[in-house]
């Protein structure tokens, strides 16, 4: 039996462009008292500039902090260090894991579905991207990673708000939602940001989103009287469209969201999902869902990175909860319609 969700360690992947704000936020982690146990992993220890007085012991490759934090440097293998800190006395509350700037999220997120021990002790729990205000829209233009980093995100810190204009602010946000109309987004000066909002958010859970702004999954018309969604572009309708903001629609980047009130044949629905990955899996870069089977008391929640899914029954539906499925995909060229169907076929007929 594979170890319940709840009792591996929650990882977070934090990216962000070069300067975005992603050291502030680490040293955040690593010096403030928030009586919590966090392991940082980062690609170099200067790049941090870890305050000396805050260091109570540095064993090898290891800093330990006097707020019960310890600090790593990724040094070659990932999977190691993952395996040296499970073994460490006192189990960490969550694992922080930083990419370089210039790095796409997907290697780093994928050890998480790959290695055997890992899996066993710990599940990628969000992708953390922090952005630059000022700068975002010019690298979204020149940096393929930055649209990744942005497209990979369940959460995005937009940081450095307070140097732009409003509209400035409203653009950036457009262009952001139009990659990835679904991750949290969190406007921010210096990265103050409440660490809770960042950190085990078990943001693969689509209710989050849902419960703020459950108007991103009604794309433009709504629904047809089926309850499916109409076959539309996902033109993901801003807030305060009142407000003439720009609709962008992002030629390279689609998402594509699917929602069935009906439940699903598990004997159908999870081999349909394995096959897509493994065809289509290049071009999608994160799927993720909670379906409701027929016969079966229990949601399940599944994510994905390219090729790679994990799933798991998370909890029993509650009284009153409305049973229905609800599937994200964000990647490039996906094919829309044969997702559709598939996904159609999938549906029981009671």
Not at 184 to 205: M, N, P, Q, Y
Not at 289 to 301: E, K, P, Q, T, W
Request: proline letters at 4%; glycine letters at 8%; aromatic letters at 6%.
């Amino acid at each position: 039996m594979p170890e319940p969700t709840s009792q591996k360690i929650p990882v977070t992947v934090l990216t962000g462009y070069l300067g975005a704000g992603k050291t502030t936020l680490l040293n955040r982690i690593l010096s403030e008292n928030h009586g919590k146990k966090y392991a940082v992993i980062v690609n170099e220890f200067g790049e941090i500039g870890i305050d000396n007085d805050l260091i109570i012991g540095a064993d090898e490759e290891v800093f330990e902090m006097n707020n019960g934090c310890v600090c790593c440097t990724v040094r070659g293998d990932l999977v190691r260090i993952l395996d040296g800190l499970m073994k460490r006395k006192g189990k960490f509350d969550a694992i922080i894991v930083e990419t370089t700037g210039l790095a796409d999220p997907a290697p780093v997120a994928q050890t998480f579905f790959v290695d055997e021990d890992v899996q066993k002790n710990a599940r990628l729990d969000a992708v953390v991207t922090v952005a630059d205000a000022k700068w975002l829209s010019d690298r979204l233009k020149d940096a393929p990673e930055a649209k990744n980093q942005i497209a990979f995100a369940d959460v995005i810190v937009l940081n450095k708000s307070d140097l732009v204009s409003k509209a400035e602010l409203a653009e950036v946000e457009a262009r952001i939602r139009a990659i990835n109309p679904y991750a949290k987004l969190h406007r921010t000066e210096r990265c103050k940001v409440a660490l809770s909002d960042v950190l085990e958010r078990g943001a693969f859970d689509l209710d989050r989103i849902l419960e703020l702004e459950p108007e991103f999954l009604e794309a433009g018309d709504g629904h047809d009287h089926h309850g499916h969604e109409h076959h539309e572009h996902d033109h993901h309708h801003d807030h305060d469209h009142g407000h003439g903001l720009k609709h962008y629609h992002d030629e390279e980047m689609q998402s594509l969201s699917l929602r069935s009130d009906k439940p699903l044949d598990p004997s159908k629905f999870m081999p349909w999902l394995q096959n897509l990955v493994a065809s289509e899996g290049q071009k999608i870069l994160r799927s993720k869902g909670i379906l409701a089977f027929s016969d079966d008391d229990d949601r399940y929640v599944f994510q994905g990175v390219h090729m790679m899914l994990e799933g798991d029954h998370q909890r029993a539906w509650k009284e009153g909860e409305p049973r229905e499925s609800r599937l994200v995909f964000i990647g490039r060229e996906l094919p829309e319609q044969t997702i559709r169907d598939g996904f159609e076929s999938c549906i029981t007929a009671r």
